[in-house]
């Protein structure tokens, strides 16, 4: 199991950090990704050298994607390879993921016709069947609200993707 978390400058550090963090306790392979550069700016400064950059990462290498959101969303929205690897994963059933704005990435990408999703607040005319909820799940698709909502949205990855007994214990050792 092997999942992307794809970084560009002014990402959401809760939202990324947060969602790495739980699924690789869970043991799922979590490789970060710079979309421009290996070395990463977050929103409120901390700095991310990530494992690997876009150009060398394949899309058949990985059983998902998590976009975290922040300003960055317009850039992943921007980057032709994110909304490929989108509509790749998307056509294979594999996990797609995304929080706060990010969700509008999967809108533009086209991956949302038909199915319900949710994001940050006052965003929701970015999307086709937005939801009020604060974690979406429609298909292999999963979205979250943003920063308060980043570890019940890591937590949900984590159950779908290894199960809900997994993410239970994970849920109790975090104290959640």
Do not use: W
């Amino acid at each position: 199991m092997k999942i992307m978390v794809p970084l560009a400058e002014d990402f959401e550090e809760i939202e990324a950090l947060t969602v790495v963090d739980v699924l690789r306790r869970a043991g799922i392979e979590v490789n970060t990704v710079g979309v421009v550069g290996s070395v990463i700016s977050g929103l409120h400064g901390i700095r991310i050298t990530t494992d690997k950059r876009l150009s060398e990462v394949n899309a058949d290498d990985y059983d998902g994607i998590v976009l975290p959101g922040g300003p960055s969303y317009s850039i992943l929205a921007r980057t032709s390879q994110i909304i490929n690897i989108l509509k790749k994963l998307n056509s294979q059933g594999k996990l797609i993921a995304a929080i706060c704005a990010a969700p509008s990435v999967l809108a533009k990408a086209g991956v949302l016709e038909g199915r319900r999703a949710t994001i940050y607040p006052g965003m929701e005319k970015e999307l086709p069947y937005p939801r009020d909820d604060r974690v979406v799940v429609d298909g292999n698709i999963i979205t979250s609200q943003g920063p308060g909502t980043a570890m019940e949205f890591a937590l949900k990855i984590v159950e779908t993707l290894v199960g809900g007994e997994k993410a239970f214990r994970l849920k109790k050792q975090l104290l959640v």
